[in-house]
C-alpha cells in the first residue's frame, strides 16, 4: 500500500490551495480515508475524513473552509482548502483506515509521507 501526497506549497493568507493523494494497492475492499495535520511543535491530529460511503466530517476549526472529497474509485482523496490563515501552516499527512476509523491516529494503518503547507504573506 502507498499513499502519495501532493500540492502542499506556499499560500497566501485568504488563498486556496489543493492537496492530493493517490492511494495505491488498497489493503481492504472498503476504506476510510482522512487527512491529518500536524504544526509545528504541536501534536498530528485530524481535520477532516470521509467515509467509504462518502460521508464527511469536519473539525469545527476547518469546516466551511476545507473540502475533502474523492474520486469515483476511490483511489485518489483530496483535501481542498479555502481561505486560509497561519493557523494552518502544518505538515499535511493522509492516512487509511478501515471502515470504522475516525478522528484517531491510531486507528488508521497507512500514512503518506506529508506535504507541507505554509500559510504567509
Known amino acids: 500500500v502507498q499513499l502519495v501526497e501532493s500540492g502542499g506549497g506556499l499560500v497566501q493568507p485568504g488563498g486556496s490551495l489543493r492537496l492530493s493523494c493517490a492511494v495505491s494497492?488498497?489493503?481492504?475492499?472498503?476504506?476510510?480515508m482522512a487527512w491529518f495535520r500536524q504544526p509545528p511543535g504541536k501534536k498530528r491530529e485530524a481535520v477532516a475524513f470521509?467515509?467509504?460511503?462518502?460521508?464527511?466530517y469536519y473539525r469545527d476549526y476547518v469546516r466551511d473552509r476545507f473540502t475533502i472529497s474523492k474520486d469515483n474509485v476511490g483511489s485518489t482523496v483530496y483535501l481542498q482548502l479555502e481561505n486560509v490563515n497561519v493557523e494552518d501552516t502544518a505538515v499535511y499527512y493522509c492516512?487509511?483506515?478501515?471502515?470504522?476509523?475516525?478522528?484517531?491516529?491510531?486507528?488508521?494503518?497507512?500514512w503518506g509521507q506529508g506535504t507541507q503547507v505554509t500559510v504567509s504573506s
Open positions: 494497492e488498497p489493503p481492504f475492499s472498503a476504506f476510510t
Open positions: 492516512a487509511l483506515g478501515s471502515p470504522g476509523s475516525s478522528w484517531w491516529a491510531d486507528e488508521y494503518n497507512y
Open positions: 470521509i467515509s467509504w460511503g462518502g460521508t464527511t
